[in-house]
């Protein structure tokens, strides 16, 4: 049964020469779960946006939109709330009330149903996401996942026929997200649920979906399933680079039968492909010259009220100058704390603290803050405290043609009107004025594109070159795994294991990025998708199509 | 098995506001008194050893305002001594005190009060007022945290950017403001989202209802009813002129009449209905344990 039919769909923005969206068809069935994907800007929001009356941006559009055989803008207002279901991506701010359980009942109430009735889809609601256990309070106290879980399970309590999700896990976690998608997958496969979500990060989705649909330019450039996706894109595609790792691989290697998904695929591909009579990349390895310590953690002990519990249990490590170092971790196990005792905006009551070899203490007067140190914070918002980009780099007398990245085309935008993306560079250039020699960064690929993670990971060379010492707090293995000179992993409170990218994702057997855990029997120390590609061309295939060595 | 703090808001609100008007509007010496008894009874056995530190600083607050009076105010025909050329009187220091049983009865009940009505139940009062007010009301209490919890982060960014360029007093102020205007701008711009979240489900498409997470149960009913006839018959009394009391210039009317003495019991039993109804939860509590 057909729940949408899109056709011939235009839809330009006011004041804009360009159309955000353009000639685009298609359809969704009852039941389906589709991928929206496209680099930021691509009109995947917008798109989704059409979809929902309330939500339609104001612009200037043509074309149909026909929701079960009505066109969309003649449904009640009523039906196309309790029917379209939208979750959005901030998951602090679509929250309305002040209470879990009222939260839940906010559109229910909103559409005057019964207060009997509500309270049973509420109940009934609440158990299927197991909200129950925290159905009595305060939203404010929710952690990121549970607050898009509640969002979701807030207009599911709605029984809407289509559920429409804008980038839901872009500010969640890993784990958070896959529990998200996982809760998604249930909705779909129990409840057969129709669902349409726009993502960046495919990895736990794709393998789930019925279709992909990619966008590029207001333009619908792809529509099937997603092992058919390297027939109609070819080339270096940014959305190609956002695919899971298998597929990626399987791109680049251009592999010819149906694309590999998840791990077990990819790593079926890899074996039935190629040879392994070349079991290692030959390292290049740097001679280990003792170079300065640019931050030195030694014993450190830390925890926020006097009745708490240690966030921080004897922490100790040090980080050389001019290095990337990368600690990654799960939820709460005192990562961001660490980022702030080493910008002294918390202190330890036991261990020292040193920052190129001077106590935090001995830096008088703020100095710490001044061509030294800087903290780029999780929360990039909370950098902008002007109306523009160029008032904001004015104010800290940045100079942008300094900068290893070009953010001139932005001067005039509101900071909050910029991308996920651009406000991190923004906030990033507000930061490097300060010319800090040691950089500690929060999360800094939270919510970016594949487009944008590979322009950070450009900065971030750039900043080596200039010897800048880097110390990145992370969720993000892959990111880690590609541009960290070192990897640490914290656990409960200090560092459990540390080494080079290669050692340290080849030692960890869960913790490990999608292509260390495909390669492991056949290749040593491969855990990246480019060493990946290189190992296997040095193989060649089994077919002997082209053997290179 | 409904302990005090289980009834409906409404009730316990009822109950709160009958006590404290009539020990408000009589200021009889008993019916302080008996205000007294009550909120501490009902303070002591919701909180046990607890808040001993609260006891302490009623009594202290009890003594001053006690001694305050007859400091003042120098009325009264019994001069105890003479202080600074000032006669000190019985009557005034009487005055004080019944002043600041008084008074220390209401803030024991109003103590109570804030523990048992949380925002919740306060938002339970207003929507059964008014929904649409309640609901502004709760999205505004759930913006405080979420605004100081923002203004605490955009100030941690700030420092470790050096936004406080020196340790002096001038800078953190001006920085702060910039922190707060910051912090409105976030609002702002984030409202938008929340405004297009309440769209995106219904809002205003037509007339609200409002779910209730309280019941209104046959306790509730009895013990609603006990309050009003109780509260009723002290006012009758006081209507019925039993509660007129002097202490200036001589103590007088401490003997009300017939009307006057059951309106003391009903008030009485008023006063004590939730410490009866917390004391029957515990004892029946052990009862269960002991079955066990």
Known sequence: MEIFRVEDLNFTYPDCSKNAVSDVNFSINKGEFIVLCGSTGSGKSTLLRLLKPELSPNGKGSGNIIFHDTPLSECSGRQSASSIGFVMQNPEQQIVTDKVWHELAFGLENLGVPVAEISRKVAETASFFGIGKWYGQNTADLSGGQKQLLNLASVLVMSPEIIILDEPTAQLDPIAASEFINALKRLNEELSLTVIIAEHRLEDVVPICDRIMVMNGGKLIFNGEPRKIFTEIKGDSPVLRSLPAAARLYGMTGGIDDCPLTVREGRKYIENTFKNDITALSVTSSDQVKKETALEFKNVRFRYSRDGEDILRDLSFSVSTGEVFCILGGNGCGKTTSLKLASDLATPYSGVIKVFGKKLKEYKNRSLYKECLSLLPQDVQTVFLCDSVREELDKCRADISSLPFDISDLLDMHPYDLSGGEQQATALARILASKPKLLLMDEPTKGLDADWKAKMKDILEGLKEQNVTVVIVTHDIEFAAECADRCAMFFDGKIVSEGTPEEFFSANSFYTTAVSRMTRDMYENIVTVPQAVKICSLNGRKDGEHDSH | ?292
């Open chain 2, 1 to 292: 098995m409904v302990r005090f703090h289980d009834l409906n808001p409404a009730v316990i609100a009822i109950w709160f506001f009958a006590v404290t008007g009539t020990a408000m509007f009589c200021s009889y010496p008993v019916i302080c008194f008996l205000t007294l008894l009550g909120g501490v009874l009902l303070f002591a056995i919701r909180n046990g050893k607890k808040h001993l530190k609260t006891h302490l600083f009623f009594l202290i607050l009890y003594v001053i305002l006690t001694l305050a009076n007859p400091l003042i105010s120098h009325n009264g025909k019994t001069v105890l001594f003479v202080m600074n050329d000032n006669p000190v009187t019985l009557e005034a220091l009487l005055y004080g005190l019944n002043s600041a049983t008084m008074l220390t009865g209401v803030l024991y009940l109003f103590r109570s009060f804030t523990q048992i009505m949380t925002s919740e139940k306060l938002l339970y009062i207003t929507s059964v007022l008014s929904p649409k007010i309640s609901m502004v009301l709760s999205m505004a209490i759930r913006y405080v945290p979420l605004f100081s919890r923002q203004g605490q982060k955009v100030s941690d960014t700030q420092k470790a950017m050096g936004l406080y360029t020196d340790d002096n007093i001038v800078d953190d102020i001006t920085g702060r403001m910039r922190i707060f205007s910051s912090v409105s701008t976030w609002a702002l711009e984030n409202g938008i989202v929340t405004a297009d979240s309440m769209a995106a489900r219904g809002y205003g498409t037509g007339r609200r209802t409002a779910l209730k997470r309280f019941p209104f149960g046959r306790t509730d009913v009895v013990f609603l009813a006990l309050t009003i006839a109780f509260t009723g018959t002290v006012a009758l009394a006081a209507a019925h002129g039993s509660y007129i009391f002097d202490f200036y210039p001589s103590v007088s009317g401490i003997h009300p009449d017939l009307v006057g003495k059951a309106g003391l019991a009903a008030f009485f039993l008023l006063v004590i209905m939730p410490v009866i109804k917390e004391t029957e939860a515990i004892i029946r509590w052990r009862y269960l344990e002991s079955k066990i």
